[in-house]
């Protein structure tokens, strides 16, 4: 008897024991979790041209265009050196602590990354979501966007969601815009240097806010204007172009949101050359979060 008394208070021990502790992993709540990230570069340089992606093993749909969307998971230093360039030196990253969330998406009315987030869920799967700031232009543009995080197992799934800012419901203003650098082609004029090489038919840009970036990325073929970035910023953007011999006007417009937009207006030709055309703009100074994109039009 009293061996069937002890046998039934272990067995209730262990049942308890195994209620107590037991997880059903299936019960996965829906809840997702923030996860803090830094960014592989400033954004308040407006320039998400300092880093890319390359030797991507890009597929081509029927009319010969890569695929609009294409996303990495860098875990070592390996990868990072494969996939990354920059205009400088590659940030350093510990990747025995993190995992750098990496991709780059194709659109003809995206300008640039307005904003992005990182969530996880209890299985360990993430969400890298990446908006886009919506725009209007003819020209094919490369958006790159870029997230360090906390190391993540090589087992977990990460989701991509690029979706676009919603439009302002007011009209955009027009911005008071001096050209103070000569009109830059493949003839003559000022030009911008330490940015990736850009494709046919793509069109970047970067927001000059301080001599020290007006010295790394502008170089001209005669001498460089003078800006007083106290007072001022420079738009600065480049077209690969087959048939745009020049430029018949330039126009900047800031909308209800503060976002600014670069519009070119190129003059159509019939050059089989394939030129860089560069294009400048100064613009009473802007807030060191605003952000700009380019719009190509003919």
Not at 101 to 122: M, N
């Amino acid at each position: 008897m009293h061996k069937v008394k002890a046998l039934f208070i272990v067995l209730f021990c262990l049942i308890t024991i195994v209620g107590c502790d037991y997880k059903d992993i299936t019960a996965c709540s829906g809840e997702l979790t923030q996860v803090s990230f830094d960014y592989l570069v400033s954004p308040t340089n407006g320039d998400n041209e300092q880093c890319w992606l390359q030797n991507l093993n890009e597929s081509l749909d029927a009319q010969g265009r890569p695929q609009q969307q294409l996303d990495l998971v860098i875990q070592t230093q390996t990868d990072y050196e494969k996939y990354f360039g920059c205009s400088g030196t590659l940030p350093i990253i510990d990747f025995a602590k993190k995992t750098l969330l990496a991709g780059r998406y194709i659109e003809t009315s995206a300008c640039f990354v307005f904003d992005q987030s990182v969530y996880k869920d209890c299985r360990q799967n993430y969400f890298f979501n990446v908006q886009l700031s919506a725009g209007s232009s003819q020209a094919f543009a490369k958006i790159p966007y870029f997230a360090i995080i906390p190391k993540i197992s090589n087992k977990s799934k990460v989701t991509v969601n690029v979706t676009y800012k919603k439009p302002c419901n007011s009209d955009s203003t027009q911005i008071v815009l001096e050209t103070t650098l000569p009109s830059g082609d493949y003839h003559y004029g000022c030009t911008l240097k330490n940015l990736n090489d850009i494709d046919f038919g793509l069109a970047d840009m970067v927001i000059i806010q301080t001599q020290a970036d007006y010295e790394k990325y502008v170089v001209c073929q005669y001498y460089v204007p003078a800006i007083d970035f106290q007072k001022k910023t420079l738009l600065a953007g480049r077209y690969f172009s087959v048939n745009a011999d020049f430029i018949d006007s330039e126009n900047v417009y800031v909308n209800c949101n503060g976002d600014y937009f670069f519009t070119a207006h190129l003059h159509s030709g019939i050059s089989p050359t394939l030129t860089v055309i560069y294009f400048f703009a100064t613009i009473p100074k802007i807030s060191s979060q605003s952000k700009a994109g380019i719009s190509i039009v003919y």
